[in-house]
């Protein structure tokens, strides 16, 4: 089985910045997608930024320019770098692996337990 851990959330200032890591732990031999949604209160759970297992990333129009994702595939990490935070950043962020194998075992949609975020105005 393959666990995601999240760190680096916490509290910070609109305008500050703040990097979220993931590390991938498990006998993991292969992972293909990884990347961060966010979810607010009351709201859906949105894609942030995403890395495929190809390396083509992707970011949802509202982070553009502001998040960068950047992924170890031999770490089985995924990091994700967010500058210039706004208010409506605030979320519970959750790590995302879209396929894995570990030992004999495959599996789809792996989650993190989430990691609060808040941008103070």
């Known amino acids: 089985q393959v666990q995601l851990v999240e760190s680096g959330g916490g509290v910070v200032q609109a305008g500050g910045s703040l990097r979220l890591s993931c590390v991938a732990s498990g006998s993991i031999y292969s992972i293909s997608g990884m990347g961060w949604y966010r979810q607010a209160p009351g709201m859906q759970r949105e894609m942030v930024a995403f890395v495929t297992g190809r390396g083509v990333t992707n970011y949802a129009d509202a982070v553009k320019g502001r998040f960068a994702i950047s992924r170890d595939k031999g770490k089985n990490t995924v990091d994700l770098q967010m500058n210039s935070l706004k208010p409506e950043d605030t979320s519970v962020y959750f790590c995302?692996?879209?396929?894995?194998?570990?030992?004999?075992?495959?599996?789809?949609?792996?989650w993190g337990q989430g990691i609060q975020v808040t941008v103070s105005s």
């Open positions: 995302y692996v879209d396929h894995w194998c570990a030992g004999s075992v495959c599996g789809n949609d792996k």
